[in-house]
């Protein structure tokens, strides 16, 4: 690209269609708010200025996209396309270089597309302005781009409007768009609204320049990157093609997955090579899987960090702050939150792990759990390197268990253990003999004469009387 472009975003429609108070392209797809996918590839271009055309619930926009350094501004009125892109004039005031149009409701399109979009609008003939076309499966009612043979946009046409001869052709228009900055809002100015709908269509532009002696031109991109998202079900076949998508690029990286179908990844997972995946496993956002990972069926993962060589489940969840270093093993009904297991810690069967740090090689025997609130703070745990603690104990935070301590199973362990000491904390156990066999005479005699059923019964006729 021979100049950084400008990108205006359109982002003012209200989303009927999907019946929501959340604004249409603040909806995730894999976890992320579908004008963020596209603004992740707006970003890879170095843009000079990013524009986010708003509208309805304008507030909800600035508030998610606070931080990010893009200008807004406002459609008061929804007047088409072309009227939006209007109400972009005055934030990009003296930029002459390429300006990407884009929607806010079709995320996925690639940098690489825009690219290409740029590069054409500054080859040598000077287009002036390079639609976005695509060939689909089924051409359904899109506009088409009717061609002259080359590259050449010969008219571009609504379905509604297009001859059967014309309705043949395969390439469809996406609406997207790269245009001159120095002729983009002369031509829009001369835009009118005679049409069925009263509004601006920005496509009209193409014969405008046309007109002017221009030659605009189509690139074509693929059908997945400009989809469009207008309601629940579109929302649904996105995920569903995002989803195929990163399958793929995960097993093309060297990842295996039992079954891809059943496996959702999150817009950021990091997958290491030769990581295994089992069915039924889910991503959230911010998981990071090293090298020679496994991750057994039915496990969640969100914001955590899995190290090299560890196996995580059946059945596990690891929350945000999770982190397990080199060959640590987490097993089935185990939950971990902002904890971290050393090299070669296990936790495998039944066991909460909370606010903790593990230490290498450690073992929490199944059952255990970090009791690390208290109604008003959370306290941290530590269990030293080596150390073993017993199936059934609680750990009642704060609390440090020593490198190479033994915790005797079911105790709930209050105060610190010291490093190789063996701690217990439970009741006695007392041992009286033969009187199982007198409970077990006196329990059948009171059954025989029904002593139990009648205690339930006054007890329920005294609960009933106070009422």
């Not at 972009?88 to 149009?101: F, K, S, Y």
Request: with cysteine; glycine share 10%.
């Amino acid at each position: 690209m021979n100049q950084s472009p400008a990108i205006i975003v359109l982002a003012a429609g209200k989303g009927t269609r999907m019946k929501s108070a959340l604004h249409k392209v603040l909806h995730p797809i894999a976890g992320r708010p579908m004008i963020e996918h596209l603004l992740g590839s707006v970003d890879q271009l170095s843009a000079s200025r990013t524009v986010v055309v708003v509208g309805q619930w304008k507030e909800q926009l600035e508030a998610a996209l606070d931080g990010r350094g893009l200008t807004f501004a406002e459609q008061t009125e929804q007047l088409g396309t072309g009227h939006a892109v209007q109400q972009a004039q005055a934030a990009l005031a003296g930029h002459v270089g390429p300006v990407i149009l884009l929607f806010g409701d079709v995320p996925m399109v690639r940098a690489e597309t825009m690219r290409a979009m740029v590069e054409r609008l500054e080859a040598d003939d000077k287009p002036g302005i390079v639609a976005l076309g695509f060939e689909p499966e089924d051409t359904k009612a899109y506009g088409r781009i009717i061609t002259m043979g080359d590259d050449r946009i010969d008219k571009m046409v609504e379905h509604k409007d297009a001859s059967p001869e014309e309705r043949r052709c395969r390439m469809c228009n996406s609406g997207m768009m790269a245009v001159e900055g120095a002729s983009l809002f002369d031509w829009l100015a001369e835009v009118d609204n005679d049409n069925a709908a009263g509004e601006y269509y920005l496509p009209d532009i193409v014969n405008i320049a046309k007109r002017e002696g221009r030659r605009p031109v189509v690139v074509k991109g693929e059908e997945r990157e400009v989809t469009g998202i207008n309601s629940r079900a579109e929302m649904a076949q996105a995920e569903a093609q995002w989803q195929a998508f990163k399958r793929e690029e995960a097993m093309a990286a060297g990842v295996t997955l039992r079954a891809p179908e059943t496996v959702f990844f999150s817009w950021d997972t990091e997958l290491g090579a030769d990581v295994t995946i089992e069915p039924f496993v889910q991503f959230g956002p911010g998981v990071r899987v090293a090298d020679g990972a496994t991750i057994r069926a039915h496990s969640h993962l969100e914001g955590c960090d899995v190290g090299e060589g560890c196996e995580v489940g059946p059945y596990a969840r690891l929350r945000p702050g999770a982190r397990l270093e080199r060959g640590a093993k987490v097993g089935n009904f185990v939950e971990i939150k902002n904890a971290v297991l050393g090299a070669g810690a296990k936790a495998n069967h039944l066991t909460y792990v909370g606010d903790a740090a593990i230490g290498p090689r450690a073992n929490l025997g199944a059952g255990t759990i970090t009791c690390n609130y208290d109604g008003f703070n959370k306290w941290p745990t530590i269990v030293g390197a080596d150390a073993f603690v017993g199936s059934n104990s609680a750990l009642v935070a704060p609390v440090v268990i020593g490198e190479r301590a033994i915790v005797g199973a079911g105790s709930v362990v209050t105060k610190d253990v010291t490093a190789d000491a063996i701690a217990i904390a439970r009741g006695q156990q007392k041992e009286l003999a033969g009187a199982a066999k007198s409970f077990r005479d006196k329990a059948g005699e009171q059954k025989k004469a029904g002593v139990g059923k009648r205690q339930v019964a006054a007890a329920l006729e005294s609960k009933e009387d106070q009422k």
